[in-house]
């Protein structure tokens, strides 16, 4: 079982990445940190089941995009940008074109966190197991989400 010292330090070394994954499918800082809040209480609960060291960094965005997930659920109040209404589509800037942040927002939540994960360091078998898919599945998102934003940002 990973000392109380070792996760203690895993965790810390994993808040920024975690804040981004929860903050992608949460949408809101206090959402996050109530997901984080859960997802490093269950993960210090469940940490005699890890059974790879290695593992912990996958193993707890997994935990956490779980959590983030059950928040969702419980709160329903986020959206997901396929359903917003089309007064709340994104507009260019005054030269035509839509900014990095506003483009990201036009990827899946899936090829959002994928991209994130990979720009983190994350190998691909790493992201493929703390999301729960496949390696060729987090190859895809990617590759999407490189072109639609090249699309996007290019366009104008």
Same mark, same amino acid.
């Given at each position: 079982?990973?000392? #109380?010292?070792?996760?203690?330090? *895993?965790?810390?070394?994993?808040?920024?990445?975690?804040?981004?994954?929860?903050?992608?499918?949460?949408?809101?800082?206090?959402?996050?940190?109530?997901?984080?809040?859960?997802?490093?209480?269950?993960?210090? *609960?469940?940490?005699?089941?890890?059974?790879?060291?290695?593992?912990? /960094?996958?193993?707890? !965005?997994?935990?956490?995009?779980? *959590?983030?997930?059950?928040?969702?659920?419980?709160?329903?109040?986020?959206?997901?940008?396929?359903?917003?209404?089309? #007064?709340?589509?994104?507009?260019? #800037?005054?030269?035509?074109?839509?900014?990095?942040?506003?483009?990201?927002?036009?990827?899946?939540?899936?090829?959002?966190?994928?991209?994130?994960?990979?720009?983190?360091?994350?190998? !691909?078998?790493?992201?493929?197991?703390?999301?729960?898919?496949?390696?060729?599945?987090?190859?895809?998102?990617?590759?999407?989400?490189? /072109?639609?934003?090249?699309?996007?940002?290019? *366009?104008?």
């Amino acid at each position: 079982m990973i000392s #109380d010292r070792a996760f203690s330090n *895993e965790v810390r070394s994993l808040t920024d990445t975690a804040f981004a994954v929860a903050y992608l499918i949460l949408g809101n800082s206090a959402d996050c940190e109530d997901a984080m809040s859960e997802a490093i209480l269950r993960a210090y *609960e469940n940490r005699g089941k890890l059974k790879k060291r290695d593992s912990f /960094r996958a193993w707890f !965005l997994q935990i956490l995009r779980n *959590e983030a997930y059950n928040l969702m659920r419980k709160r329903k109040r986020v959206q997901p940008m396929e359903e917003l209404p089309e #007064d709340q589509a994104p507009e260019p #800037d005054s030269a035509g074109r839509l900014d990095l942040q506003v483009a990201l927002r036009q990827l899946t939540e899936e090829q959002r966190t994928s991209l994130l994960l990979q720009q983190e360091g994350y190998e !691909l078998a790493e992201i493929g197991q703390a999301l729960g898919v496949p390696v060729g599945t987090v190859k895809s998102r990617i590759s999407r989400a490189k /072109r639609t934003l090249r699309t996007l940002l290019e *366009e104008a």
